[in-house]
């Protein structure tokens, strides 16, 4: 027989500890986060815009800032300014630079927001548009499609199959395999699991991609050419593919940037409060993975995106994901942009791959991250 000790207010206290934290930590139940500042989404808009008058005066042939500035504010209807630019010169902004200006804010904003979602999904600070095998099945599809079918427009099983094309069905496959995996372990499955079944994912995909260049190994510079990224364009039709993925990928995210501060909780938070979390999280990832394969499949494999700018943005304006998120497609595509101009122009006339250059910036950042956040790794 035993006989029930009395709880005194101290031990009560100590039973209420563990929770005491989750409800202090900066979420919505205890104290709201506060929100996006005018300024910092002025500062946003004004580096978007920067980033584009930059990324179309600086090439081979240097225009004048103000000049360019003058003819981009001629394509808004109803502007007509005196830019001082040639009929040649006005074809190079137009016509060459412009749209590749516009991709390079276009991916660089879809691989930003992707990677603060995930992030915020996973409750993973390291979290990254790729973790979902989306990078390994992406090179695996367009690998295939360089190997077996020949060059851009080959042909695979008698079927007329683009690189892009090939990237977007690699990347979403390899996503919807990661869902497949990560939702096999039933109800009790974790965040992480999602995590460890794109790991997996990745090296299935992996080891695909270096048996089919083993193979061909004819092909192997072609092949990485693409895997090292680029934003070069031959007019706005890779633009033209991509904002509407754009478009739909920012709108969810977006709409449910509230919802990721309680998820980044716990689902046990964020079911109290009358959310439901597995429901939002999957419309979350699908929309993240949306929105990286068109990317991918636009500009191949770029990295480190979706680490250096969310955090960049969570150490200087604010942790929650209202304000991450909006600020992170906004300076996401600011930072990619001015990232493909010294791509292009630090060894001219020459052109750095862009995945080169954002992983001698990434690499260092990620290690940073890495160090700040031990604590919750372990």
């Known amino acids: 027989m035993t006989t029930a000790l009395p709880v005194t207010g101290g031990d009560r206290r100590r039973e209420r500890q563990p929770t005491t934290p989750l409800r202090s930590a900066g979420t919505p139940v205890a104290s709201r986060p506060a929100g996006l500042r005018p300024r910092w989404l002025v500062a946003g808009v004004a580096a978007v815009l920067v980033a584009l008058v930059v990324g179309v005066s600086l090439g081979p042939v240097a225009l004048p800032p103000g000049s360019v500035a003058a003819e981009l504010l001629n394509l808004i209807p109803g502007v007509r ?174 709409l449910y940037r509230r919802e990721m501060d309680v998820l980044s909780v716990g689902d046990d938070e964020a079911a109290s409060l009358g959310l439901h979390p597995q429901r939002s999280r999957y419309l979350l990832i699908a929309a993240a993975s949306l929105g990286t394969a068109a990317a991918v499949s636009a500009s191949g494999l770029i990295g480190f995106v979706g680490i250096i700018v969310p955090h960049t943005v969570r150490l200087l304006a604010g942790s929650s994901y209202r304000v991450i998120l909006p600020l992170s497609l906004l300076f996401g595509g600011a930072f990619l942009a001015l990232t493909d101009v010294v791509a292009r122009t630090a060894a001219a006339p020459q052109e750095i791959p862009i995945g080169v250059v954002t992983a001698l910036l990434g690499g260092p950042f990620f290690v940073l991250v890495l160090r700040t956040t031990r604590r919750v790794l372990t």
């Open 81 to 254: 300014l005196d830019s001082g630019l040639t009929e040649r010169e006005i074809a190079i902004v137009t016509e060459l630079r412009l749209p590749r200006v516009v991709l390079g804010l276009l991916v660089g904003g879809l691989l930003a927001l992707a990677g603060g979602c995930y992030q915020g999904v996973f409750r993973n600070p390291l979290a990254d548009p790729y973790l979902l095998g989306v990078a390994a099945g992406a090179g695996l599809a367009v690998t295939a499609v360089i190997t077996l079918g020949g060059a851009a427009g080959g042909t695979l099983t008698g079927l007329p199959v683009t690189i892009p094309l090939a990237a977007f069905v690699g990347s979403l496959g390899a996503v919807l395999l990661t869902y497949l995996l990560g939702v096999s372990g039933g109800r009790g499955r974790s965040p992480a699991t999602l995590i460890l079944a794109g790991v997996a994912v990745s090296a299935f995909f992996s080891a695909g991609q270096t048996y089919l260049l083993q193979r061909n190994s004819d092909s192997i510079q072609q092949v990485y050419s693409w895997l090292l990224g680029r934003l070069a364009t031959a007019g706005w039709e890779d633009v033209r593919l991509v904002l509407p993925y754009f478009l739909v990928t920012s709108l969810v995210v977006l």
